[in-house]
Nanobody, 128 residues
Framework: QVQLVESGGGLVQAGGSLRLSCAASGRTSSRYAMNWFRQAPGQDRDFVAG????????YYADSVKGRFTISRDNAKNTVYLQMNSLSLEDTAVYYC?????????????????????WGQGTQVTVSS
């Protein structure tokens, strides 16, 4: 089992920045992809960004490209999401997810069903 704990959410003004962190614990010895999803009120859970085990492969939703950066530190079993130029549309609960294995393509990395482990979510609220 892998446990994921997100942190770093909060209230920020439009145009501001936040950095989310997701710490993994438990059975973390295998190589696995990690991902960030988000869910706004009344909407489906959407893919935000994904990263492969060694950090060389990253994918982003079109809506966050150029503004968000996903990274990971495997020594700390932690994945990060740096969010810049935040807009009202970025308001959502952000979830960290870990797969059972490494993933390499955009098609697989963006599928929520590929991820067996999920964090509890952290609220990000962007105000005008």
């Amino acid at each position: 089992q892998v446990q994921l704990v997100e942190s770093g959410g909060g209230l920020v003004q439009a145009g501001g920045s936040l950095r989310l962190s997701c710490a993994a614990s438990g059975r973390t010895s295998s190589r696995y992809a990690m991902n960030w999803f988000r869910q706004a009120p009344g909407q489906d859970r959407d893919f935000v960004a994904g990263i492969g085990w060694n950090g060389a492969i990253t994918y982003y939703a079109d809506s966050v490209k150029g503004r968000f950066t996903i990274s990971r530190d495997n020594a700390k079993n932690t994945v990060y999401l740096q969010m810049n130029s935040l807009s009202l549309e970025d308001t959502a609960v952000y979830y960290c997810a870990a797969a059972d294995r490494d993933l390499f393509t955009f098609a697989t990395m963006k599928e929520a069903s590929r991820y067996s482990y999920w964090g509890q979510g952290t609220q990000v609220t962007v105000s005008s």
